[in-house]
């Protein structure tokens, strides 16, 4: 069975730091191109960053010079670090496989989210 399992989330304030990680399991990891996607309230998601099967990273304009994208495939795990928090980042971040893009139906595997909020 496939599981993407994220963890990290929480509360942080404006211009703190979070480290996401994305536990996957059931399928080739370290094949796979994976994705970070978040859905704030109310709005579509938005894809973020994303990270190649040869370690190439890619990243939304909005958090680039603030997030960087990275895995370890020996632990299955993909990781999202992220600084300068702003309130605009508040929404729920998933991760998924498929090719670093915006185009989230040809995606394979999505977890389930984990809750960022950043407030004072």
């Known amino acids: 069975e496939v599981q993407l399992v994220e963890s990290g989330g929480g509360l942080v304030q404006p211009g703190g730091s979070l480290r996401l990680s994305c536990a996957a399991s059931g399928f080739t990891f370290g094949s796979y191109d994976m994705n970070w996607v978040r859905q704030a309230p109310g709005k579509g998601p938005e894809w973020v960053s994303a990270i190649n099967s040869v370690d190439g990273t890619f990243y939304a304009d909005s958090v680039k010079g603030r997030f960087t994208i990275s895995r370890d495939n020996a632990k299955n795990t993909l990781y999202l670090q992220m600084t300068s928090l702003k309130s605009e980042d508040t929404a729920v971040y998933s991760c998924?496989?498929?090719?670093?893009?915006?185009?989230?139906?040809?995606?394979?595997?999505w977890g389930h989210g984990t809750q960022v909020t950043v407030s004072s």
């Open positions: 998924a496989s498929g090719p670093p893009s915006s185009r989230f139906v040809m995606y394979d595997y």
